[in-house]
């Protein structure tokens, strides 16, 4: 990319001293308001999200303790047409991972035909064998779809990496907007922002919709945690609650003849969805790990039978795989019969002989991951890495080098961010959630932006330091100032704009 800046998404590109016209309105708030007002009112947020206990542990610092994810104050905003070409790629995706999972867990006709090797999903530890030969309700595996999303031109989009897991973060991104809807009104005002406060209704919708046949009217949906000390604990009780269902752990579920109870002071009801918020290896102690407090003993046997779906479906974290990754633009073009609408970033596979020694030539200048790595951890950012960590990294390439992928190093978009020194550019990359249920697939129109805080940084990840904000998507017909068809709600509530949607 050599040293062309990268893409402001509000300013433009190079040396611009104007906004780009669609974000005038922005460029025109973020002068006019002062620097300590912005500060305040981003202090605010903050104190809002500690008092309502919205924080995270980083897994093996024993001195951290809980934190919240630093909030920035100032919006990304996705314009209605770029939002357009983002959905339909994003839709084309998840079709495709669905259609993948439900291939290599029965048919394997991508196997057969030679699109993948057999052995990058057999030799794969997030291949699941005992699940090969179920099949979800209704077809659906991956409900609940974060994919990452990063931007380097005012055109160009690419996956950064796909969640079919447990994805998490949908809770910050309705909590940022509750917080910009209360602290930042005025913005309400000058734009048609979609609204995102839906989603709570549209995650219970798709929890129905997936229920087995015979559930009834109205199945029972439950979320299942591993507890408090999970680090995503306060998403997995805002969701329960938001929704109107049970939050369960384990002791809470007991499975009976092949259907799952949930204990009751009233005595047992039976559950028909379980949103779970656990890892495969702790859901069921009598088909995964041994030695699992976590999960529900029976609960594998419960699902093959077809009396409960489990959200997202066992099994899906194959489809995470960032070896897989490398092989998505043949694998949506497997089972959509067309090119992907978003394609990938440029990958080279270490298992293959010349890839690896292109990686090995070039670690400092590429971004090297684990291919089941996770949070900003086992990655090698080669431009910033001392010769200590480049050669740390080359040894481990070289020992096992079919455990990790490499990637270059973009100049990913920013966005005006409020640090010490006032607005600067800081680089960002997106999380947008799509649900899939027996009725389709849809995509909320938001989703959950993170900042690298520090500059220059191109890690984004909370557990490194990074920090989040609002994404605004901007619906057609924007409106500069309010007027019929655009009032705003009061800030009590989580609706943004009346007439609000995806």
């Given at each position: 990319m050599g040293q062309r800046p990268a893409f402001d998404e509000i300013m433009g590109h190079g040396d611009a001293t104007a906004p780009r016209p669609d974000l005038?309105?922005?460029?025109?708030?973020?002068?006019?308001?002062?620097?300590?007002?912005?500060?305040?009112?981003?202090?605010?947020?903050?104190?809002?999200?500690?008092?309502?206990?919205?924080?995270?542990?980083?897994?093996?610092?024993?001195?951290?303790?809980?934190?919240?994810?630093?909030?920035?104050?100032?919006?990304?905003?996705?314009?209605?047409?770029?939002?357009?070409?983002?959905?339909?790629?994003?839709?084309?995706?998840?079709?495709?991972?669905?259609a993948f999972l439900d291939d290599i867990y029965g048919a394997r006709r991508i196997l057969a035909e030679g699109v993948l090797p057999a052995d990058l999903i057999f030799g794969n530890p997030q291949f699941r064998p005992e699940i090969a030969g179920i099949r979800p309700p209704h077809g659906?595996?991956?409900?609940?779809?974060?994919?990452?999303?990063?931007?380097?031109?005012?055109?160009?989009?690419?996956?950064l990496e796909d969640n079919a897991r447990t994805p998490s973060g949908v809770s910050y991104m309705l909590e940022n907007r509750e917080a910009m809807l209360r602290l930042c009104p005025e913005l309400f005002r000058e734009f048609r922002v979609a609204a995102v406060d839906s989603y709570p209704d549209r995650l219970l919708e798709t929890m129905q919709s997936v229920a087995p046949h015979g559930a009834?009217?109205?199945?029972?949906?439950?979320?299942?945690?591993?507890?408090?000390?999970?680090?995503?604990?306060?998403?997995?009780?805002?969701?329960?609650?938001?929704?109107g269902v049970e939050l369960v752990e384990a002791a809470d579920l007991v499975v009976d003849d092949d259907i799952v109870w949930?204990?009751?002071?009233?005595?047992?009801?039976?559950?028909?969805?379980?949103?779970?918020?656990?890892?495969?290896?702790?859901?069921?102690?009598l088909v995964f790990r041994p030695d699992s407090t976590l999960g529900v003993p029976g609960l594998i046997a419960a699902y093959a039978a077809g009396n409960v779906a489990i959200m997202n479906a066992p099994g899906n974290g194959i489809a995470d795989d960032k070896a897989i990754y490398s092989y998505m633009p043949e694998i949506v073009k497997f089972y959509s019969g067309g090119a992907p609408k978003l394609p990938n970033v440029e990958t080279w596979r270490c298992r293959e002989p010349q890839s690896l020694q292109y990686v090995l030539d070039h670690l400092d200048e590429v971004v090297v991951k684990l291919v089941d790595g996770s949070g900003g951890y086992g990655m090698l950012v080669g431009p910033t890495a001392s010769r200590q960590?480049?050669?740390?990294?080359?040894?481990?390439?070289?020992?096992?080098?079919?455990?990790?992928?490499?990637?270059?190093?973009?100049?990913?978009?920013?966005?005006?961010?409020?640090?010490?020194?006032?607005?600067?550019p800081r680089h960002?990359?997106?999380?947008?959630?799509?649900?899939?249920?027996?009725?389709?697939?849809?995509?909320?129109?938001?989703g959950l932006t993170?900042?690298?805080?520090?500059?220059?940084?191109?890690?984004?990840?909370s557990s490194q330091g990074g920090g989040t904000k609002d994404s605004f998507v901007l619906m057609a017909d924007q409106a500069r100032s309010m007027g019929a068809g655009t009032m705003t709600q009061t800030m009590g509530g989580m609706t943004q704009t009346l007439g609000g949607g995806a």
């Open positions: 005038a309105a922005l460029g025109r708030w973020l002068e006019t308001t002062p620097d300590a007002e912005l500060r305040r009112r981003q202090q605010a947020a903050e104190t809002t999200f500690r008092q309502l206990g919205i924080t995270f542990a980083v897994y093996g610092d024993n001195d951290a303790g809980e934190r919240i994810i630093p909030f920035d104050i100032v919006p990304r905003v996705f314009l209605h047409d770029e939002w357009a070409r983002l959905s339909e790629g994003l839709v084309q995706r998840v079709d495709a991972i669905n659906v595996w991956a409900h609940i779809c974060g994919i990452d999303l990063v931007r380097t031109g005012p055109d160009d989009f690419f996956v009834g009217q109205n199945p029972v949906c439950v979320v299942l945690t591993p507890g408090h000390y999970n680090s995503a604990y306060y998403e997995h009780s805002f969701l329960a609650d938001t929704m949930m204990r009751t002071i009233a005595g047992r009801v039976k559950v028909d969805v379980i949103y779970r918020r656990i890892d495969d290896d702790y859901l069921d102690p960590e480049i050669e740390d990294f080359r040894a481990a390439l070289i020992a096992e080098p079919h455990r990790y992928i490499a990637q270059p190093t973009l100049a990913l978009s920013t966005v005006p961010t409020l640090v010490d020194s006032g607005l600067s960002v990359d997106f999380r947008p959630f799509v649900l899939s249920g027996s009725k389709g697939v849809q995509v909320v129109p938001g993170r900042v690298a805080l520090k500059e220059g940084s191109l890690v984004v990840n």
